[in-house]
């Protein structure tokens, strides 16, 4: 795995070992970032399921301010240390191990424009992550939710997520979110 653009472009990243971890394909998160680039640059970024970091990592070397990336496995935690510590990015970069539930309960009211959820294939409690968000205060207003997951299954937010974009890449689909914090209609 390699970071695709920007200031680490190139440079290559390293992925946990064993099964556990499902690290997103370059080409796959390269498609994505062209998708959201307008978004990226000085946004507060947060990666849930981080597994090696590429997601935060890609985004902090396109121009992201700040990154958390979050994590339940120690050697996933090892791992993401490693590579933004190589890459540079260690004083941008916050890593937290722990399960998805607990991290978002710990994040006292910070603000994410930019948040990637990207769990295993089998945790599909997306709605239960996006409101713990919404409840928590975690979310600027107009944040971007990506979520990437298996073919056969729909994330199925609740109403202040509007569906901006959604790309199938073989048995993977990445879905793309606006949270309308304030209720304005697209354009606004």
């Known amino acids: 795995m390699r970071i695709i653009a920007g200031s680490a472009k190139g440079h290559t990243i390293a992925s946990p070992k064993g099964r556990h971890t499902r690290p997103t394909q370059d080409y796959v998160r390269e498609s994505l970032f062209n998708i959201i680039q307008r978004y990226v640059p000085g946004a507060k970024v947060l990666d849930l399921f981080a597994g090696s970091g590429a997601l935060g990592l890609e985004a ?27 890459l540079g990015f260690g004083k941008q970069s916050t890593v937290i191990r722990g399960d998805w539930r607990g991290v978002l309960q710990s994040l006292e009211k910070q603000s994410f424009d930019l948040v990637f959820l990207d769990p295993p294939y089998d945790l599909t409690q997306y709605r239960d992550m996006t409101d713990t968000l ?40 990445i879905h793309i979110y606006r949270f309308n914090a304030g209720g304005k209609q697209d354009g606004e």
Do not use: Q, W
């Not at 992201?64 to 190589?86: H, P, S």
């Open 60 to 86: 902090l070397s396109r121009g992201a301010d700040r990154a958390m990336l979050a994590d339940n496995a120690v050697k996933a935690i090892d791992c993401i240390r490693r590579n933004a510590e190589t």
């Open 134 to 173: 919404i409840e928590n205060e975690l979310l600027s207003d107009d944040a971007l939710i990506v979520i990437e997951h298996r073919k056969d299954v729909i994330p199925g937010l609740s109403p202040p997520f509007i569906l901006k974009d959604h790309r199938t890449y073989g048995d993977t689909v």
